[in-house]
């Protein structure tokens, strides 16, 4: 899954959450969820290995995302981030497993349709005309505006959820959109 | 009366209170029209079609912009602390809401100081963050849908996007995900869950459910969920008992959709405007 791969490391070590690895990564928490999406594409352009992940449960406050990167890398990464004006909040070492997104979709073909469900949110295509006929299912404030963004227009015309979204749901959407683009290129 | 607390999907929507009432198709609210394609106002849609088929008076909302970055919320949430000790709502339905945690609270210790506790309803960000404060028991209806299910039945998960994959596995049946959410505290008293069959449920497992009639394609249009919810509600404020009232939300929500005819990309507001036959085809029995 693009979104939360590392970059640069092998899968290996991306997928190794062993006690011993964890103390090597810390996480950077930010004042928004909208700040760590902005963070999490700054940071990936640039090519550092970074994925979003859930908070500890000490430091959630609601409708969290943190970013979680190499310790060894805080300097330069916090650098940048300021340089461009998203500094984090703080930075905190990890000690314990942090959350999984959810990484499982769910596709049903309705024929002309294909909806495919990531997490709690759904989105369908018409797939002849490759148009968003609807986006359902959320409970965060930008779901009905991603919604009004994106529906009634083709893949190729719509925002990505990433760049109008603020919110997990908003990026549970971005999880279909892009499981989306895949069956369609399948 | 019933109160219905959301948000509306543009950033410079005020911060509005008022009798709602159909102008057209729009939501009209102080000054302000809204189309009631999504959202908040797709749950207000419906319960206006539901409030004058059971000739209900019009519910009072709450509503504030937010597109998502949770501004609106907190404006609104920091009004409801303000303004709900002094009302005499006798149902509030909590919807479209960013998620917050502390402002959740706030929100909770202000309607303990009301006259009398009203029946409490929560969908969507709302039904989330009361079950992120480990307060759904505090609730009198919840109103998910199955994946939704899986998250309030996932004692680890904040927030539906960290529902563990087991949980969210299909071979899951939704009345083992309804056992799990109340074995962990996380259920109000009821749950609505909505899905290919529509479930009510408690402590004590399943009451009831309705799987007729059956449109598989309206769990792709955006804001079924949210008439179910605006039908329950007013059924409930009716005086109906939760039971009665979620049995009739579900029926006449599929018969809504049926009478339109669906396909995937049918739009949610043609079956509200359904929602007047599908009353009088229940009531007729």
């Not at chain 1, 925002?159 to 971005?174: F, W």
């Not at chain 2, 769990?219 to 059924?235: F, K």
């Not at chain 2, 036959?277 to 009531?283: I, V």
């Amino acid at each position: 899954m693009a979104l939360f791969g590392f970059k640069k490391n092998s899968n290996a070590e991306a997928d190794n959450s062993s006690s011993e690895n964890q103390v090597e990564r810390g996480i950077l928490v930010f004042e928004n969820t909208s700040e760590v999406i902005q963070a999490e594409n700054l940071l990936k352009k640039a090519g550092w290995s970074i994925r979003v992940m859930g908070p500890p449960p000490e430091i959630r406050q609601g409708c969290d995302l943190v970013i979680e990167f190499p310790l060894i890398e805080q300097l330069d990464i916090v650098r940048l981030l300021t340089e461009k004006g998203l500094p984090p909040l703080k930075t905190v070492p990890v000690t314990s497993p942090l959350l999984q997104p959810v990484d499982i979709f769910q596709v049903k073909d309705f024929g002309r349709y294909l909806m495919v469900r990531a997490a709690n949110m759904k989105l369908t295509l018409d797939k002849e005309t490759r148009t968003i006929v609807n986006i359902s299912g959320g409970g965060c404030p930008d779901v009905p505006y991603l919604a009004a963004s994106m529906v009634g227009k083709t893949l190729a015309e719509a925002p990505s959820p990433r760049e109008v979204g603020h919110t997990l749901c908003g990026y549970a959407l971005q999880l279909a959109y892009e499981e989306t683009l895949r069956q369609c290129c399948a | 009366m019933l109160c219905i607390v959301g948000t509306v999907p543009c950033a410079d929507f005020p911060l509005v209170e008022g009798t709602v009432s159909l102008r057209g198709e729009q939501l009209h609210i102080g000054t302000s029209l809204v189309d009631i394609n999504r959202g908040t106002p797709a749950l207000l849609g419906a319960a206006l079609k539901a409030a004058e088929a059971l000739g209900r008076p019009a519910p009072y909302a709450y509503l504030v912009g937010d597109t998502g970055t949770g501004a609106g919320s907190r404006r609104l949430y920091r009004h409801l602390t303000e303004a709900l000790p002094a009302a005499d709502f006798k149902t509030i339905t909590f919807h479209y809401l960013q998620p917050i945690v502390y402002w959740h609270q706030k929100v909770l210790a202000a309607i303990g100081k009301m006259a009398f506790r009203p029946c409490l309803i929560a969908d969507a960000g709302f039904m989330y963050v009361a079950k992120m404060s480990g307060e759904a028991g505090a609730y009198d209806l919840f109103t998910p849908d199955v994946g939704e299910l899986a998250f309030l039945a996932d004692e680890e998960a904040p927030h539906p996007f960290y529902t563990r994959g087991f949980m969210l596995h299909e071979d899951n049946r939704v009345p083992d995900l309804i056992a799990r959410a109340y074995l962990h505290g996380n259920a109000a008293r009821y749950l609505l869950v909505k899905g290919e069959r529509d479930y009510l449920a408690d402590a004590g497992g399943i009451l009831a459910s309705v799987d007729s009639p059956s449109e598989e394609v309206l769990e792709a249009i955006g804001g079924t969920g949210d008439t179910i919810t605006g039908l329950v509600s007013v059924c409930i404020d009716a005086g109906m008992d939760i039971q009665a009232a979620a049995i009739a939300a579900m029926r006449v929500n599929r018969l809504a959709g049926r009478h339109c005819r669906p396909t995937p990309a049918t739009q949610v507001a043609d079956i509200i405007a359904h929602i007047p036959q599908a009353f009088r085809e229940m009531q007729a029995g």
